[in-house]
């Protein structure tokens, strides 16, 4: 059974898009959604069919693990840089140019 991550689910219009684990994509509709709702970053399991059009559908999905309530894109992100590691890497940069000159 093929897993994959919710990668855009529209609740108002009743479709969303999976992120296979081999990096392909698939339709899901909201009435193959065995589980409630999905929300973005959802882990889920489903097997693989043909839609009326080019895109592969998603049926019988169920969530594995649900994206965190914290994180609703279900993406991490790193930190951003302190102004300190910004200036270091500008002082980088300009010494790199100095030695190409």
């Known amino acids: 059974m093929p897993t994959g991550r919710v990668k855009v689910f529209h609740t ?20 193959e959604v065995s589980s409630g709702q999905l929300r973005p ?10 839609s009326e059009g080019r895109r592969r559908a998603a049926t019988g999905v169920t969530v594995t693990k649900a994206a965190p309530a914290a994180n609703p894109v279900g993406r991490t992100m790193a930190n951003p840089p302190s102004w300190d590691e910004l200036e270091e890497r500008e ?4 010494m790199a140019r100095r030695r190409r000159r």
């Open 41 to 50: 970053g959802d882990e889920v399991e489903f097997e693989l069919g043909d």
């Open 12 to 31: 108002d219009r009743n479709f969303g898009f999976i992120t296979v684990d081999d990096g392909s994509e698939a339709y899901v509709a909201a009435t």
């Open 91 to 94: 002082r980088q940069r300009r």
